[in-house]
Each structure stands twice: as C-alpha cells, then as structure tokens.
C-alpha cells in the first residue's frame, strides 16, 4: 500500500525549482535510454542500438501516459484520484504489450538489448523510490 501512496504523492512534490518528479524520472528515463542505446550501438552496431532504444520506448510511453493520467487527477476527491490510478495503471500496462508486440514485428530485433533498455528505462522508478 506504502508504493501506491508514494506514487500517488510524486506529483505533489517538487523540488526548488519547482519541476515534478514525475518530470525528473521522465527525464532520467530518457537520458537512460539514450546512454545505454549509445553504449550497446558501440558494443554490437545499429541492431543492437535499434533494440535497446525500442526497449526503452515500451517502458517510456507507458509510464508517460501513466503521468498524464495522474497529473489530470491531482485535486480530484480521494475516489476518483484512485480511480484514475488503476486506469492509468490498466493502460500502461496494455499499452505496454501493444508496444512489444509492435516491436517483434520489426525484422532484426535483438531481445537482450531489447530487454536490456527497457529494464534500465524501469529502473528509474526503483532508484528514484530509492534515492528519497
């Protein structure tokens, strides 16, 4: 229960200079991807870059809607806040497999890069719970 108050609650505060967290992790989630897309394009070439950066899309989209969602209910009664919670909750994760399953029809995907940028683009939100 403790994860979904906290969640709930990342909206609400803001740094010094005044930027939601939601709009750090965001931003973190990119700068992941980008770094980890730039190190695996390095290592194995343009597939493997391709599918890291595809990995990292079907972790960022979803949780950039989940965002959206939340941000629309701050204010709302404590009801229909959580009621936008498991909606945004249900698209992510819906739009979450659309995504993968999109992304297995592009010829010359990678799985381990593929994996290797979503898990660090979802790694984020656990650092970010982490590091309060």
């Not at 200079?17 to 070439?45: C, D, E």
């Not at 969602?69 to 249900?90: D, H």
Request: aromatic share 12%; hydrophobic share 55%.
């Amino acid at each position: 229960m403790s994860i979904i108050h906290e969640l709930l609650c990342l909206e609400s505060r803001v740094t010094s200079r005044k930027i939601s967290t939601f709009s750090k992790i965001l931003s973190y989630q990119l700068l992941i991807i980008l770094i980890i897309t730039a190190a695996l394009a390095g290592y194995g070439g343009l597939d493997f870059a391709i599918s890291s950066a595809l990995g990292g899309v079907a972790a960022f989209v979803p949780n950039l809607y989940f965002a959206l969602r939340i941000r629309k209910a701050v204010g709302l009664p404590a009801r229909k806040v959580m009621n936008s919670f498991y909606a945004g909750e249900s698209g992510k994760l819906l739009l979450t497999a659309a995504l993968f399953m999109l992304i297995f029809k592009i010829p010359n995907i990678t799985i381990l890069p593929l994996l290797i940028g979503y898990i660090s683009a979802l790694s984020v939100f656990w650092f970010a719970l982490l590091m309060r």
